[in-house]
């Protein structure tokens, strides 16, 4: 993961933009490039989903298969 954000946000098209002044701005550079990369970012390996709504999906079928048992 690494490598992919620093091909995709310190080396590539966003570095496009003027650098970065302070380690605060890289920071908020960073947590907008996770956001992006969670929550809009299409994943093919996911099948073209982002990672937060795989994962969403994900344990929303866990919960449905399985039943809740009272013991009495």
Known sequence: MNGYYK???IQGAACQRP???TAEDVELA???WV???NHQ???GYLG???PAEFEQAFYAD???HHQVVEIQ
């Open 7 to 9: 091909a995709e946000l």
């Open 19 to 21: 650098p970065w002044k």
């Open 30 to 32: 960073t947590l907008g």
């Open 35 to 37: 956001h992006w990369h």
């Open 41 to 43: 970012c299409l994943h």
């Open 48 to 50: 073209d989903v982002p």
């Open 62 to 64: 866990q919960t449905d």
